[in-house]
């Protein structure tokens, strides 16, 4: 797989993936043969390499750095009505199984002093869906890292999403979606700011 080393470089310049120590594309090729095919055969030969650079992009978000994605864009501000993005798509793959999760995400935060920029908050989304993941805990570090950035009254975020775990495999139930949800502080203590919430995100039958 000498091959290998020139596409690597491009995805990654920076890291070990430059070497063909890092790359993990020699892992794929055994795969393939562990999975009874053949990897020497027209279709599968660059496919390891393919693999690799698609694994590398899945995975992304660990290198990702909230203070660049921010890039201060924090703004000083009497608004305090909330402030919701919704149906913000996301794609992820569950931790289980290392397989596709993907669906949308329900932004709110009550402003204390702050505003974020609204584009951040698909950026966040993606820093953290860009790993190996639960769907639990994508919801809870998306509220959080909104919480410690913008420290708002309170954040809820909503994660409505179908996972291809479920999907093609065991209970393979196609159309069985799963819900959840992080509600921090003004959000977790009054009814009446959920319900808020709720009625923006239901405003229109959200697909998933
Ligand atoms: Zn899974």
């Known amino acids: 797989m000498k091959s290998n080393k020139a596409v690597i470089k491009v995805m990654k310049p920076k890291t070990e993936a430059k070497t063909a120590e890092g790359s993990i594309a020699p892992l794929i090729t055994e795969l393939?043969?562990?999975?009874?095919?053949?990897?020497?055969?027209?279709?599968?030969?660059?496919?390891?390499?393919?693999?690799?650079k698609a694994l590398r992009f899945l995975t992304s978000?660990?290198?990702?750095?909230?203070?660049?994605?921010?890039?201060?864009?924090?703004?000083?501000?009497?608004?305090?009505?909330m402030v919701v993005v919704k149906d913000i798509e996301f794609f992820s793959m569950c931790e289980h199984h290392m397989l596709p999760f993907f669906g949308k995400m329900h932004v709110a935060?009550?402003?204390q002093k702050k505003v974020i920029g609204l584009s951040k908050i698909p950026r966040i989304v993606d820093m953290f869906a860009r790993r190996l993941q639960i769907q639990e805990r994508l919801t809870q570090e998306v509220a959080e890292t909104i919480r410690d950035v913008v420290q708002p009254l309170g954040v809820g975020v909503i994660c409505e999403a179908r996972h291809f775990c479920m999907m093609m495999r065991g209970v393979e139930k196609q159309h069985s979606g799963a819900m959840t949800s992080a509600m921090l502080g003004a959000f977790r203590d009054r009814k009446e700011t959920r319900d808020e919430f709720m009625a923006l995100v239901n405003h229109r039958g959200n697909g998933y």
């Open 61 to 81: 978000g660990y290198e990702g750095n909230i203070d660049k994605i921010l890039n201060g864009a924090l703004y000083d501000v009497k608004y305090d009505e």
């Open 32 to 52: 393939l043969a562990k999975l009874g095919e053949d990897p020497t055969r027209d279709g599968l030969v660059r496919t390891p390499v393919r693999v690799d």
């Open 109 to 111: 935060y009550l402003p």
